[in-house]
């Protein structure tokens, strides 16, 4: 038994070594006491049974807390063989560092990855393999080669899934190092991630897996998508450099949500000065070109696993906040089949839920008018909210109707990016039962489209505005399928909404027929002009595009 310094305790022959390192802590708090603390972290078992055969072992040492027990897990780390079969090339089986990157061997806290000299960095990748590798090196004059090739297999055998969970991937990377001091080396890297937790019995939403895409967005692009992404990123980013001329409707809408808009961050952006911005006043919001940055260098990742979601974990933990990291790293889209129903003739495919468009859609005749829309709308209370909508259709024929919503607004503000945490959990109307983990929330978002008997796209659209945006839809959908009028002058048709017993109605609806619904003892409410609050509709159709003058759209051709 003998112990070479800074080798581990040799024991035997043909040899095993055993060896251990610890961590030490010094914190001291602004209030409260100063501590320190020794503690060992991880234990290393290693062994050479034969002459081409090296078997290596991590076993780190981890406290786990609860509320009711302190207990330490043992975590592997690593867990691997190495088998050498010729000079220049080995075998590696089992749990190891991905070559990619240098790794701190010893790492400690916190696990560094560099491409060059040690530099903390955010992991962008999950460090560890379960799988196979190739490796070797050759000499060449003046220098060496190093080369690696590896697969996982298998997911990880931790008690805790890494921070970026993954069931399989390919990487490799090659290095010339010159004897004269200078490198250069190449890495690659693909992988898959896990799908989202299962329901009981049943399969994730979403289980469909392919190489690693963490959003919406980046699922369709990669479906989809022609153009780069640094590529799709770079109008977003000229419009955050430049700033950009407030709409009239969006600057009464800042008008009424100014006491939102304007906390924290929020005064500087829509309040510069003191006074709320107005028409034709430039927004600025300067953050929003660091954010858009990142998420163009990043990847759509930035937010789920890199530099905005640090940002937004930070915020969160600082607030009192419910998101953690496993929140994040579980995120995943979700594909869902559409509701299709028949209309005029046509096939209408919608997404389902809380805006009953395919429902209000089956129950509606459009003969009938304002009436017949009227009662197609008043089957049943529907829910609120704050949504963006756009729709777009390519030369080729392809279209795409892209929904989104904030809510409200939370006035919460990521420090250094301008993006602003949305309000979902808080809008009360989307709640219909009680909610749970995993889930996705209710909501009203309806991007649709219309297919005509011989199944070819005819119409695209969606809309924004909440309950309204139902309401808008359908008359739309009316207009252009059953009368035969252009997008444009369906969108611009004044409409009414229902809310209760109250019937809200801009100018331009059929007085006649208003002052029945008084007569019969309604409540009619008519709006001086024509206004936000009815919604915003986009669409793109066979007789043209239309975008909704309520919203300050507008229509582009490129």
Same mark, same amino acid.
């Given at each position: 038994?003998?112990?070479?310094?800074?080798?581990?305790?040799?024991?035997?022959?043909?040899?095993?070594?055993?060896?251990?390192?610890?961590?030490?802590?010094?914190?001291?708090?602004?209030?409260?006491?100063?501590?320190?603390?020794?503690?060992?972290?991880?234990?290393?078992?290693?062994?050479?049974?034969?002459?081409?055969?090296?078997?290596?072992?991590? %076993?780190?040492?981890?406290?786990?807390?609860?509320?009711?027990?302190?207990?330490?897990?043992?975590?592997?780390?690593?867990?691997?063989?190495?088998?050498?079969?010729?000079?220049?090339?080995?075998?590696?089986?089992?749990?190891?560092? @991905?070559? %990619?990157?240098?790794?701190?061997?010893?790492?400690?806290? *916190?696990?560094?990855?560099?491409?060059?000299?040690?530099?903390?960095?955010?992991?962008?990748?999950?460090?560890?393999?379960?799988?196979?590798?190739?490796?070797?090196?050759?000499?060449?004059?003046?220098?060496?080669?190093? =080369?690696?090739?590896?697969?996982?297999?298998?997911?990880?055998?931790?008690?805790? /899934? /890494?921070?970026?969970?993954?069931?399989?991937?390919?990487?490799?990377?090659?290095?010339?190092?010159?004897?004269?001091?200078?490198?250069?080396?190449?890495?690659?890297?693909?992988?898959?991630?896990?799908? #989202?937790?299962?329901?009981?019995? #049943? @399969?994730?939403?979403?289980?469909?897996?392919?190489?690693?895409?963490?959003?919406?967005?980046?699922?369709?692009?990669?479906?989809?998508?022609?153009?780069?992404?640094?590529?799709?990123?770079? /109008?977003?980013?000229?419009?955050?450099?430049?700033?950009?001329?407030?709409?009239?409707?969006?600057?009464?809408?800042?008008?009424?949500?100014?006491?939102?808009?304007?906390?924290?961050?929020? &005064?500087?952006?829509?309040?510069?000065?003191?006074?709320?911005?107005?028409?034709?006043?430039?927004?600025?919001?300067?953050?929003?070109?660091?954010?858009?940055?990142?998420?163009?260098?990043? !990847?759509? &990742?930035?937010?789920?696993?890199? $530099?905005?979601?640090?940002?937004?974990? &930070?915020?969160?933990?600082?607030?009192?906040?419910?998101?953690?990291?496993?929140?994040?790293? !579980?995120?995943? *889209?979700?594909?869902?089949?559409?509701?299709?129903?028949?209309?005029?003739?046509?096939?209408?495919?919608?997404?389902?839920?809380? $805006?009953?468009?395919?429902?209000?859609?089956?129950?509606?005749?459009?003969?009938?008018?304002?009436?017949?829309?009227?009662?197609?709308?008043?089957?049943? *209370?529907?829910?609120?909210?704050?949504?963006?909508?756009?729709?777009?259709?390519?030369?080729?024929?392809?279209?795409?109707?892209?929904?989104? $919503?904030?809510?409200?607004?939370?006035?919460?503000?990521?420090?250094?990016?301008?993006?602003?945490?949305?309000?979902?959990?808080?809008?009360?109307?989307? %709640?219909?039962?009680?909610?749970?983990?995993?889930?996705?929330?209710?909501?009203?978002?309806?991007?649709?489209?219309?297919?005509?008997?011989?199944?070819?796209?005819?119409?695209?659209?969606?809309?924004?505005?909440?309950?309204?945006?139902?309401?808008?839809?359908?008359?739309?959908?009316?207009?252009?399928?059953?009368?035969? %009028?252009?997008?444009?002058?369906?969108?611009?048709?004044?409409?009414?909404?229902?809310?209760?017993?109250?019937?809200?109605?801009? /100018?331009?609806?059929?007085?006649?027929?208003?002052?029945?619904?008084?007569?019969?003892?309604?409540?009619?409410?008519?709006?001086?002009?024509?206004?936000? =609050?009815?919604?915003?509709?986009?669409?793109?159709?066979?007789?043209?595009?239309?975008?909704?003058?309520?919203?300050?759209?507008?229509?582009? $051709?490129?």
């Amino acid at each position: 038994m003998r112990y070479p310094s800074v080798h581990g305790l040799r024991v035997g022959e043909p040899g095993l070594t055993l060896a251990e390192y610890g961590a030490v802590d010094l914190l001291h708090e602004e209030v409260g006491a100063t501590t320190f603390r020794v503690e060992i972290t991880d234990l290393f078992v290693i062994c050479d049974p034969l002459a081409r055969v090296h078997l290596f072992s991590e %076993i780190d040492m981890v406290d786990q807390e609860n509320p009711h027990e302190q207990r330490r897990t043992f975590l592997t780390d690593r867990l691997f063989g190495d088998f050498a079969g010729f000079d220049w090339l080995n075998l590696r089986v089992g749990k190891f560092l @991905t070559p %990619i990157g240098r790794w701190n061997q010893i790492h400690a806290r *916190p696990l560094v990855w560099t491409t060059s000299r040690p530099l903390a960095t955010t992991l962008p990748f999950d460090p560890y393999v379960t799988g196979a590798m190739l490796f070797g090196s050759r000499f060449p004059r003046a220098g060496t080669l190093t =080369y690696s090739l590896y697969g996982q297999f298998t997911n990880s055998f931790d008690v805790e /899934p /890494p921070a970026q969970p993954m069931d399989r991937g390919v990487g490799g990377r090659v290095e010339y190092a010159s004897f004269g001091g200078w490198s250069v080396a190449g890495s690659y890297l693909a992988f898959t991630a896990l799908p #989202g937790e299962r329901e009981p019995g #049943g @399969t994730a939403a979403g289980d469909e897996r392919g190489w690693r895409h963490l959003a919406g967005l980046d699922t369709l692009w990669r479906a989809h998508g022609r153009l780069p992404w640094a590529r799709l990123v770079e /109008p977003a980013l000229r419009v955050a450099r430049d700033g950009v001329a407030m709409p009239a409707a969006h600057a009464a809408c800042l008008a009424m949500l100014a006491p939102v808009m304007t906390m924290r961050e929020g &005064a500087s952006m829509y309040a510069p000065g003191g006074a709320l911005l107005a028409d034709g006043d430039v927004l600025r919001q300067p953050g929003l070109v660091r954010a858009l940055e990142l998420v163009r260098d990043e !990847g759509a &990742a930035t937010v789920y696993s890199g $530099s905005i979601a640090a940002a937004l974990l &930070a915020l969160v933990e600082e607030r009192g906040g419910a998101i953690t990291r496993s929140d994040l790293d !579980g995120y995943t *889209p979700v594909w869902s089949e559409p509701v299709d129903v028949a209309f005029a003739g046509r096939r209408v495919t919608t997404r389902g839920g809380l $805006s009953g468009i395919a429902e209000t859609l089956a129950r509606f005749e459009p003969a009938g008018g304002e009436q017949a829309l009227l009662d197609a709308l008043e089957s049943g *209370p529907v829910p609120d909210g704050h949504t963006t909508n756009f729709a777009v259709v390519d030369a080729d024929g392809n279209a795409c109707v892209l929904t989104t $919503s904030l809510g409200l607004g939370s006035g919460d503000w990521l420090p250094g990016l301008d993006l602003h945490l949305n309000s979902m959990l808080g809008e009360t109307d989307l %709640i219909r039962a009680p909610l749970r983990p995993g889930e996705r929330m209710a909501s009203m978002m309806a991007p649709t489209l219309v297919f005509d008997s011989s199944g070819a796209p005819e119409l695209a659209l969606g809309a924004a505005g909440g309950t309204r945006l139902r309401t808008a839809l359908v008359g739309v959908l009316g207009a252009v399928l059953h009368e035969g %009028i252009a997008p444009q002058a369906a969108i611009d048709r004044p409409r009414f909404h229902p809310a209760g017993a109250v019937l809200n109605a801009e /100018p331009g609806v059929d007085e006649r027929w208003l002052q029945a619904l008084e007569r019969a003892g309604r409540t009619v409410r008519r709006w001086p002009a024509r206004h936000h =609050y009815f919604g915003g509709v986009s669409a793109v159709g066979r007789s043209g595009a239309g975008a909704d003058p309520r919203r300050s759209g507008a229509v582009r $051709s490129v």
